[in-house]
């Protein structure tokens, strides 16, 4: 199957208060013969197949799945799903944030297991129903959890949290090295990674064109193709989603946050934090604060225009 490259490109982010989204009930996988736009976000995704099948497709390698069979995609990998069948296909998805899982590691500790997450030879793809002896009933164990809400359900969601990362990356410490060149769409990632690593300092195009091996014009040209907006408007985006984690856990002024993250002026700022969520950054946090459980998820869209919060909760998938 051909995939024509798009322009529909979308991030949904944390809520705060877990380390998770969980999207549950009757969510369907899109049903096309053509495929669909590729998606990628800044949290680890576990999909669990309910029934139906359909196929997952990462970066240019297709995946068959079925009931109960689990998908898992790293970090900032190009990827989407599509069934042609007839028979509907339902999933349920976990998404995890791992530097939030990773934060009670000590630094040295946690940029180790972060980079095995991170790292071109993640595992990305699918852990069959009859191999996933310990992922599958971790992974249901929390669509459970999430659903009853039973007492002391958050600690128990956080605990199953950790095992499920160290689960992966077990996973990943099995993936060989490869010798194969990397795709258009694998290779910008390390420009997305470094853009994640790197929020807070100056980033220079040049430096990002050169770590995917391109000239500047080129790396420009197949930034925006992919990703939807340019680098320029992408960091910006990624730092105000850096502030709301800031802003939230309350150590920090506005003013602190908006120097942390690397932004020159208040001003600057101010104007970015409206641009990105719709709201002043007070206005943000008041509603993060006042929000029922699970509080509303910053959802930054791939156009250039105003992706307010919603405290609805998390939005529904790309899928």
Known sequence: MQKEIGVEYKHYYMPYKL???????????????????????NYLELGYCHEGSGVLVVDDTEYPF??????????????????????????????????????????????????SLFSARSFNGLV????????????????????????FYEASIRGYCMTLLMACLRLNAA????????SSKMIIRRAIIYIDEHYNEEIRLLDLAAL????????????????????????????????????????????????????????????????????SPSQWLQLMKTGDDNPAVLHIDS?????????????PPPK
């Open 19 to 41: 380390p998770l989204v969980a999207e549950i009930g009757n969510t369907y996988t899109e049903k096309t013969t053509t495929g669909s736009a590729y998606i990628f976000h």
């Open 66 to 115: 079925r009931c109960g069979d689990i998908s898992i995609v790293s970090p900032f990998v190009m990827h989407y799903n599509y069934t042609s069948s007839s028979e509907p296909c339902r999933c349920e998805y976990l998404k995890m944030d791992v530097d939030r899982i990773l934060s009670g590691f000590s630094d040295a500790h946690t940029l180790g297991l972060r980079e």
């Open 128 to 151: 069959k129903s009859e191999q996933s002896s310990m992922i599958q009933p971790l992974v249901k164990n929390i669509l459970a959890e999430v659903q009853t809400k039973d007492r």
């Open 175 to 182: 993936v060989p090295p490869s010798d194969q060149p990397l």
């Open 212 to 279: 995917c091996d391109m000239s500047e014009t080129h790396f420009c040209r197949l930034f925006r193709e992919l990703i939807g907006s340019t680098p320029h408007n992408y960091i910006n985006r990624i730092r105000i989603h850096k502030a709301c984690s800031l802003l939230y856990a309350g150590r920090l002024s506005i003013a602190q946050v908006a120097q942390r993250i690397g932004f020159g002026t208040l001003s600057s700022f101010n104007r970015n934090f409206l641009h990105v969520t719709g709201f």
């Open 303 to 315: 156009n250039e225009s105003p992706g307010p919060c919603a405290a609805q909760g998390p939005a």
